[in-house]
């Protein structure tokens, strides 16, 4: 099975600041690999396809870049609706989701 | 558009069955597998397994094997997960999503709820 591992784990920052979000493979998943924001409630809304092409109706502020092991998700300046909960998750063998990132306003 | 409308919460006690549906449109259900994720409480995400509707192929998470059934039905585009005899740790949120080409649509969930 495939571990993707996503740090850090919390990451408190004010609107208007970059953030930077990661997810490492245990191994290559070549670019087979989603990224999706979740909300209290909701269900997991996808952000990012194929490790760095943003799906329908998504913002520029969010980028994705990233191949084989080391991907990451970039959100250039935070607005107030981007605090939550993001995941990425691999198709490349079977599927398999990280333990997700927690981002918060500091 | 695809759309993926999942049934209504569920409040149930431990060994009763339960069958979740989710009522795929805006595309061919026959020609794309549709995924089945549980999300516990307070914590993350889960693969539980995939079907693909048109020949009704199924393929299990290991640890999901035997813990539940997945089916669909073609002639009204749905797909469903169910349980035979539920356990107070099948509480969760469970999510239906449309695979294909790797862009996921998602169901807005179902909240399934076991307790005496």
């Known amino acids: 099975e495939i571990v993707l591992t996503q740090s850090p784990a919390t990451l408190s920052l004010s609107p208007g600041e970059r953030a930077t979000l990661s997810c490492r493979a245990s191994q290559s998943v070549s670019n087979f690999l989603v990224w999706y924001q979740q909300k209290p409630g909701q269900a997991p809304r996808l952000l990012i396809f194929d490790a760095s092409n943003r799906a329908t109706g998504i913002p520029a502020r969010f980028s994705g870049s990233g191949s084989g092991t080391d991907f990451t998700l970039t959100i250039s300046s935070l607005e107030p609706e981007d605090f939550g909960v993001y995941y990425c998750q691999q198709w490349s063998n079977w599927y398999t989701f990280g333990q997700g990132t927690k981002l918060e306003i500091k | 558009e695809v759309q993926l409308v999942q049934s209504g919460a569920e409040v149930k006690k431990p060994g009763e069955s339960l069958k979740v549906s989710c009522k795929a449109s805006g595309y061919t259900f026959s020609n794309y597998w549709i995924g089945w994720v549980r999300q516990m409480p307070g914590k993350g995400l889960e693969w539980m397994g995939i079907i693909y509707p048109g020949d009704s192929e199924t393929r299990y998470s290991p640890a999901f094997q035997g813990q539940v059934t997945m089916s669909a039905d073609k002639s009204i585009s749905t797909a469903y997960l169910q349980w035979s005899s539920l356990k107070a740790s099948d509480t969760a949120m469970y999510y239906c999503?449309?695979?294909?080409?790797?862009?996921?649509?998602w169901g807005q969930g179902t909240q399934v709820t076991v307790s005496s």
């Open positions: 999503t449309r695979l294909g080409n790797g862009y996921f649509y």
